[in-house]
């Protein structure tokens, strides 16, 4: 099993509609996580973080976290065109060092 | 934006050609990371700093250096550069603050090894 794992999509929703981004993770991640999104030819940006159980929203942005079956989500409501973007999943590796262990990135297409 | 630049933002090089990138933040953070991203494989590390002249290796270390002998600069060595590094490689900085870990990217640096 990969340590963050996330579906490559592309994932293709209606503008409006609420896009839903999923990643799990293995023992070997620990209890923090963050979406970040990506731009095509861009850098990463973080946009979430999330460190205990359950939902946390900022504006349009839902994380939920469910550590019991080590799946994090990313909801988008009302998404917009300038949502489209590869999102990627990260969370922290074990020790002291600050390691985040990424996931490969998911596509959205938000359509007009 | 946080303040992390990378130079150069384009470099095209021969085989076998040492090649230096440079990431240079203002925010005095403690930790800063080179990853490069590849496509299928999303970002890798490939090392990191823990402090001025404190560095270790990331999970895809081979063929490459690092150094960082002030706060706000780590250096990404290739000593030999190779077809198989031609990548996209992300500087990105962090501070340990409340348990969590947010990491900030540089622009990022295109290089490509002929």
């Known amino acids: 099993q990969k340590e963050v794992e996330q579906n490559s999509g592309p994932l293709s929703v209606p503008e409006g509609a609420i896009a839903s981004l999923n990643c799990t993770y293995s023992?070997?991640?620990?209890?923090?996580f963050f979406w970040y999104r990506q731009y095509s030819g861009k850098s990463p940006e973080l946009i979430m973080s999330i460190y205990s159980n359950g939902d946390k929203e900022d504006g349009r942005f839902t994380a939920q976290l469910n550590k019991a079956s080590q799946y994090v989500s990313l909801l988008i409501r009302d998404s917009q065109p300038s949502d489209s973007a590869t999102y990627l999943c990260a969370g922290r590796g074990g020790g002291a060092t600050n390691k985040l262990i990424f996931g490969t990135g998911t596509l959205l297409a938000v359509q007009p | 934006d946080a303040g992390i630049t990378q130079s150069p933002r384009h470099k095209v090089t021969e085989t076998g050609t040492p090649v230096t990138l440079r990431c240079h933040q203002t925010e005095n953070h403690r930790y800063m990371y080179w990853y490069r991203q590849d496509p299928g494989h999303g970002l890798r590390l490939i090392h990191y700093s823990y402090g001025v002249k404190d560095t270790d290796k990331g999970e895809v270390s081979d063929g490459y250096s690092v150094s960082r002998s002030k706060t706000e600069d780590f250096l990404l060595t290739l000593e030999s550069a190779t077809s198989s590094q031609t990548s996209v490689y992300f500087c990105?900085?962090?501070?340990?603050?409340?348990?969590?870990?947010?990491?900030?990217f540089g622009p990022g640096t295109r290089l490509t090894v002929l």
């Open positions: 023992d070997r991640v620990s209890q923090s």
């Open positions: 990105a900085i962090s501070y340990l603050a409340g348990g969590g870990n947010e990491q900030f």
